[in-house]
T-cell receptor, first 112, second 114 residues
Framework: EAQVTQNPRYLITVTGKKLTVTCSQN?????MSWYRQDPGLGLRQIYY???????DKGDVPEGYKVSRKEKRNFPLILESPSPNQTSLYFC???????????FGPGTRLTVT | GENVEQHPSTLSVQEGDSAVIKCTYS??????FPWYKQELGKGPQLIID?????GEKKDQRIAVTLNKTAKHFSLHITETQPEDSAVYFC?????????????FGKGTRLSVIA
């Protein structure tokens, strides 16, 4: 089954404790992205990747890091989480520009 | 960069009525316009998309129209059913090379009242 998986689905952590949210897709897609979803703000892109070892900032990259060492994986790293990073995070992938984007199930992160 | 405005933010309709959600975009080079449906507790899922070389596309009860001159596109849902209740997002992106991310509207919460 074609899918994007994320782990963990739920995470509660404390300010400053480094964390990683994993993302994996099994569709051999080149493009992968991370979004955060906040009430009233919709989906905002954090980082994206056009291929292995090619990443770039989206609209709200501050406080986040990503890596793309393999085509299928695109982890999101929060080196020092802060409460304003409490949000619902989605990983997504697509085969290329102008094509359907597939979203993962989401990771709800709470930073206290 | 691209900016996508979506209206209304909430919409309530009676079951069987039609629902219309409208979006405007700012980048005249955008040429791909998808619509996503997000059900509670799930990630957004593509329901229909349109490219700039067509003005209208229909899939059963769902249709999308595009007016490139005015830079707006709309989602039309006819004969609404309770399972249509969800948050709907429009998006826009351009083709070509380089960075062409999907830019999303802020979403419309649709409630279909039985």
């Amino acid at each position: 089954e074609a899918q994007v998986t994320q782990n963990p689905r739920y995470l509660i952590t404390v300010t400053g404790k480094k964390l990683t949210v994993t993302c994996s897709q099994n569709m051999n897609h080149e493009y992968m992205s991370w979004y955060r979803q906040d009430p009233g703000l919709g989906l905002r892109q954090i980082y994206y990747s056009m291929n292995v070892e090619v990443t770039d900032k989206g609209d709200v990259p501050e406080g986040y890091k990503v890596s793309r060492k393999e085509k299928r994986n695109f982890p999101l790293i929060l080196e020092s989480p802060s409460p304003n990073q409490t949000s619902l995070y989605f990983c997504a992938s697509r085969v290329g520009r102008g094509h359907e984007q597939y979203f993962g199930p989401g990771t709800r992160l709470t930073v206290t | 960069g691209e900016n996508v405005e979506q209206h209304p933010s909430t919409l309530s309709v009676q079951e069987g009525d039609s629902a219309v959600i409208k979006c405007t975009y700012s980048d005249s080079a955008s040429n791909y316009f998808p619509w996503y449906k997000q059900e509670l507790g799930k990630g957004p899922q593509l329901i229909i998309d349109i490219r700039s070389n067509v003005g209208e596309k229909k899939d059963q009860r769902i249709a999308v129209t595009l007016n490139k001159t005015a830079k707006h596109f709309s989602l039309h849902i006819t004969e609404t059913q309770p399972e249509d209740s969800a948050v709907y997002f429009c998006a826009a992106s351009r083709g070509g090379s380089g960075n062409t991310p999907l830019v999303f509207g802020k979403g419309t919460r649709l409630s279909v009242i039985a």
